[in-house]
Nanobody
Framework: QVQLLESGGGSVQAGGSLRLSCAVSGYSATTIDFMGWFRRPPEKEREAVAAIYSFAGRTYYTDSAKGRFTISQDVSKTTIYLEMNNLTSEDTATYYC???????????????????WGQGTQVTVSS
């Protein structure tokens, strides 16, 4: 069973940076293809942020994240990171780490295709 635990959230002023981490246990490269970061802004629906195809290390971003956020994984693939720079108040949200089992044909940003989720970590950006 894959378990995910996020950390690194907090409060930051606009223009600042944060680095989120997601500790992954029970991971198997034969069963998981994408590791992703999603977020839920206050009173809004959950939205995709970024993902990494864990086998090849290929990364994917939404337009709002591109150029400001970087997703990465350590060599052992037991920790996923989200480096966030130039944060704005629009980035305020609860951020979730998620893992998707192999076999889905959906795009990486289809959150409902991810079977494993962390509890979330809050990011608050003040202007």
């Amino acid at each position: 069973q894959v378990q995910l635990l996020e950390s690194g959230g907090g409060s930051v002023q606009a223009g600042g940076s944060l680095r989120l981490s997601c500790a992954v246990s029970g991971y198997s490269a034969t069963t998981i293809d994408f590791m992703g970061w999603f977020r839920r802004p206050p009173e809004k629906e959950r939205e995709a942020v970024a993902a990494i195809y864990s086998f090849a290390g290929r990364t994917y971003y939404t337009d709002s994240a591109k150029g400001r956020f970087t997703i990465s994984q350590d060599v052992s693939k037991t920790t996923i990171y989200l480096e966030m720079n130039n944060l704005t108040s629009e980035d305020t949200a609860t951020y979730y780490c998620a893992a998707r089992r192999r076999g889905s044909s959906m795009n990486w940003d289809a959150g409902f295709q991810y079977q494993y989720w962390g509890q979330g970590t809050q990011v608050t950006v003040s202007s």
